[in-house]
């Protein structure tokens, strides 16, 4: 059973960096702050910049609607339909790809940043957490066994102080937020993450 019916319009206007414009169908149904998904294999547009914008067409113009690019081999923006729709209701949507303006000041607060070592995410331009995807080894005359990837540190609170650590002296296995899987099977044979 279809959840929402949508009609995509896909156009080709570049103006204003319009990419296409589609309506999206409640159907028989009320629906309440429902997750919406479209393809975007239809636009001419490279989904791996990740900058385009949604906003919704009202009566009091065109409104930002926070979305999220699914990358792969068949694109799709997904977003949540704001708040209470009614049964066989129609609203309207515009993709248009990211202005400067948009670029340098967001129309999101939450930011994901990605460096050589860190997934970072960060809100009005403060820390909230660096997830740690490179392998972090530790300290010298500390057996490697112990070097770790795939944790959250640091973990900041709204003050900024930072409430997670790494390698205390009694535990050097201890990474910050992380999944010390003991009982994982891989390819038939078991491997212990955890190393107590």
Do not use: C
Not at 5 to 34: C, M, W
Not at 66 to 83: D, K, M, N, V, Y
Not at 188 to 193: I, K, L, M, N
């Amino acid at each position: 059973m279809k959840l929402i019916l949508i009609f995509l319009l896909f156009t080709q206007q570049i103006l204003a960096g319009e990419l296409a414009r589609f309506i999206v169908d409640t159907g028989n149904i009320e629906r309440i702050n429902a997750p919406v998904s479209i393809s975007l294999d239809r636009l001419n547009y490279n989904t791996d910049k990740g900058d385009l914008a949604l906003y919704e067409i009202t009566k009091g113009g065109e409104e930002f609607i926070p979305s999220q690019i699914e990358t792969g081999h068949s694109a799709r923006l997904w977003f949540i339909l704001p708040g209470k729709t009614g049964k066989n209701s129609k609203r309207k949507f515009i993709i248009k790809i990211k202005g400067q303006a948009e670029k340098i000041n967001g129309d999101s607060k939450v930011r994901l940043k990605r460096d050589h070592k860190d997934l970072s995410l960060v809100y009005k331009g403060k820390p909230i957490l660096n997830y740690r995807y490179s392998t972090t080894y530790p300290p010298d005359g500390v057996n490697p066994i112990y070097k770790r990837s795939g944790f959250i540190h640091p973990l900041w609170s709204p003050g900024g102080e930072v409430l997670t650590r790494i390698q205390p002296p009694d535990h050097f296995h201890h990474y910050g937020i992380w999944g010390p899987w003991t009982k994982t099977h891989i390819d038939g044979r078991e491997v212990d993450f955890g190393i107590w």
